[in-house]
């Protein structure tokens, strides 16, 4: 099954000179949706980690199945002012604009492991917050996994010594 064929391309969306992708397709195909997941736990099962970290807001999307099947903890990694609870929070840039993530200051144990989950790796900037955070807490990330990562971003790079995995990469 060719993953690529439901993200719809959506030029200069939001800003001029983005090229979207657009993940609706592939969530409103429930065998292409499942078979996203199967995948994704595929990669996961090789690696060895505590919980399950899902950024804002389309990581929760493949995040909480993930956590679901695996019976791992989910944590969700918010936008301020979102969290009820008390935070730790980092700053980050975006392919368009900037942003800043929170997770709960108690989500995390020092020296746990975390999976990172997002749908896609662009310039990386969003994980590098979530391994901020992790780090934060005195935790680790084992790893950071996508659906699809745009190479050309260099997010790989930015995300380092954190491995990365991608269902597709282009
Ligand atoms: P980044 O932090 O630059 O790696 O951007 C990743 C975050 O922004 C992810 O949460 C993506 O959902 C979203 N994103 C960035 N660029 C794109 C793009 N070209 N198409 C779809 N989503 C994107």
Redesign the pocket.
């Known amino acids: 099954m060719d993953l690529m064929k439901y993200l719809r391309e959506v030029p200069d969306f939001p800003k001029p000179g983005?090229?979207?992708?657009?993940i609706t397709p592939l969530l409103a195909n429930p065998e292409v949706l499942a078979e996203t997941i199967r995948r994704l736990i595929e990669i996961a099962s090789s690696l060895e980690f505590d919980a399950i970290l899902a950024?804002e807001s389309?990581?929760f999307l493949f995040g909480a199945p993930m956590a679901l099947v695996m019976k791992k903890p989910l944590i969700p990694l918010r936008k301020p002012g979102k969290l009820p609870w008390k935070t730790v929070n980092q700053k980050?840039d975006?392919?368009?604009g900037s942003a800043e993530l929170q997770m709960h200051h108690d989500a995390l144990q020092p020296g746990q492991k975390a999976l990172l989950v997002?749908?896609?790796?662009?310039?990386?900037?969003?994980?590098r917050a979530a391994d901020d955070l992790v780090r934060q807490v005195g935790a680790t990330s084992v790893g950071a996994l996508f659906i699809l990562e745009?190479g050309f971003?260099g997010?790989k790079k930015n995300l380092l010594p954190v491995p990365t995995y991608s269902l597709i990469t282009i």
């Open positions: 983005i090229m979207f992708k657009d950024a389309r990581g980050y975006l392919e368009y997002d749908d896609v790796l662009a310039t990386g900037g969003t994980m745009l971003l997010g």
